[in-house]
């Protein structure tokens, strides 16, 4: 759903291409199956997943909902646009902006293994 309204599981899918960095909370690049075939970044969560980064209770549930709609309506440049928060089939599918580059991770190694910066 753009913005905030509910889809059908007909009406969007997301193709999960990869899991990005290590975090609590599982995400990934994924590809935006509605025609415009977006690649964004994604976050899942449902109440009966089988991972559990990716459980929620009904309460949380509700607030993630409530929190991602705040978050279409109010963008900051310093956090990557929401683009999307679906309800699929009982899944809630929060959908981000894909900012590919370098991570502070891989910036870090850089300096340590060329020694810039001393």
């Not at 909370?25 to 970044?41: C, H, I």
Request: glycine letters at 6%; hydrophobic letters at 40%; proline letters at 2%.
């Amino acid at each position: 759903m753009s913005g905030a309204r509910e889809q059908s599981s007909a009406a969007v899918k997301y193709r999960l291409l990869r899991e990005l960095g290590q975090r609590s909370q599982r995400t990934y690049a994924a590809l935006r199956e509605d025609g415009t075939n977006a690649v964004l970044v994604v976050q899942r969560f449902a109440r009966n997943a089988r991972v559990e980064e990716e459980r929620v209770s009904p309460e949380a549930m509700t607030a993630l909902v409530r929190d991602a709609r705040c978050l279409v309506k109010n963008w900051h440049p310093n956090i990557a646009h929401v683009r999307h928060v679906d309800l699929i089939g009982g899944t809630i599918y929060i959908a981000t902006d894909l900012l590919d580059g370098i991570t502070l991770e891989d910036l870090l190694l850089l300096v340590k293994t060329t020694g810039a910066g001393a």
